[in-house]
C-alpha cells in the first residue's frame, strides 16, 4: 500500500444523483456558479475523462485510470454528483490498496453514474431556465 497518499472523500447525499441543495451551501450559496460549474462538468471534464479512461482500462494502466477518477472525483464533489463521486473514490481507493482489478470491476458503475448525472444534470438545468 502506497502510504503517503490518502483517498479524500466528500460526505454527500446520495438519496438524489446530484445533491443540490448542499452543492449550492458548498460553493457559498450562489446558484449561479452552481449551474456554470453543472454545466461545465459535462463539457470540460465527464466526457474527456470517460473517453481518456478506455485506453487506461484496456491497457491496464492503473495509475491513468487513478488519475482519471481523481480529476472526475473532485469536480463531481464541487457540484453534488454524489454517487460519481463515489464511483471515482473506490477507483482510487482500490489503486492505493494495490487492489488494482477491483479498479477494473467499477468501470461499469463508472459508466452508470456518468448517464445518470448527465440525465439528471440536464434535467437541472432545464427546470433552472423555466423549461
Known amino acids: ?4 497518499w490518502k483517498v479524500k472523500v466528500q460526505k454527500l447525499s446520495i438519496e438524489d444523483p446530484i445533491d443540490v ?4 451551501e458548498g460553493l457559498g450559496g450562489d446558484p449561479n456558479i452552481f449551474y456554470m460549474m453543472l454545466a461545465n462538468l459535462e463539457n470540460m471534464s465527464l466526457v474527456g475523462i470517460l473517453k481518456d479512461i478506455i485506453p487506461a482500462l484496456e491497457n ?4 491513468q485510470m487513478k488519475t482519471l477518477a481523481h480529476s472526475l ?7 453534488g ?3 460519481l463521486h463515489y464511483v471515482c473514490y ?5 489503486y492505493v490498496y494495490e487492489r488494482y482489478e477491483k479498479m477494473l470491476d467499477y468501470y461499469p458503475s463508472l459508466v452508470e453514474a456518468a448517464i445518470e448525472f448527465k440525465i439528471h444534470s440536464r434535467k437541472i438545468m432545464a427546470e433552472n431556465k423555466g423549461k
Open 1 to 4: 500500500m502506497n502510504q503517503d
Open 21 to 24: 441543495k448542499d452543492a449550492i
Open 60 to 63: 491496464r494502466d492503473y495509475l
Open 73 to 79: 472525483k473532485g469536480a463531481s464533489a464541487y457540484i
Open 81 to 83: 454528483a454524489s454517487r
Open 90 to 94: 473506490y477507483i482510487q481507493e482500490h
